[in-house]
């Protein structure tokens, strides 16, 4: 195992929701992996947001503050957008047409072969499709 690992969109909405029918597997997973940077970009924080945007206002201030506590947590290493990222991640996901990708997944997937990362927090079978491996 590498000592970092990616955390996609479900992991953390299902960290954030205790009601989510991931949050226990989230949160067991992450105590097993004990220590270890936690890989996200801004394109997963916005896709967080988004989750949580009708859910009314005490949850969008609930995942304003976790947002914001993720940017700052010394375990996460949180990587902003660069000015490559979407036409980087326009040109994948123009490739992969016969794919079910999302452009975010497209960003992820190139972060983690950049990284040289192998593992995702995540259960999107897509991650599957391109050779990494799930961890929920």
């Known amino acids: 195992m590498n000592d970092k690992v990616f955390a996609d969109t479900l992991y953390w909405v299902a ?3 205790p009601k989510d029918q991931w ?3 989230a949160v067991e997973t992450r105590k097993l992996l004990g ?4 890989v ?3 394109t997963i924080l916005i896709e967080v947001l988004n989750y949580f945007s009708e859910y009314g206002s005490l949850a969008r201030k609930s995942a304003v503050d976790a947002v914001r506590t993720i940017m700052i947590d010394e375990e996460v290493e949180y990587l ?3 000015s490559e990222t979407f036409s980087d991640a326009l040109g994948f996901y123009e490739k992969r047409l016969d794919k079910g990708y999302s452009l975010t ?3 992820s997937m190139l972060t983690m072969k950049n990284l040289g990362l192998q593992e995702i927090l995540t259960h999107d079978n897509h991650f599957e499709q391109e050779g990494f491996t799930i961890l929920l």
Do not use: F
């Open 105 to 107: 997944d497209c960003v």
């Open 15 to 17: 960290v954030l929701n």
């Open 40 to 42: 996200t970009t801004e």
């Open 35 to 38: 220590e270890i940077k936690i």
């Open 23 to 25: 949050h226990r597997q």
């Open 80 to 82: 902003p957008h660069k």
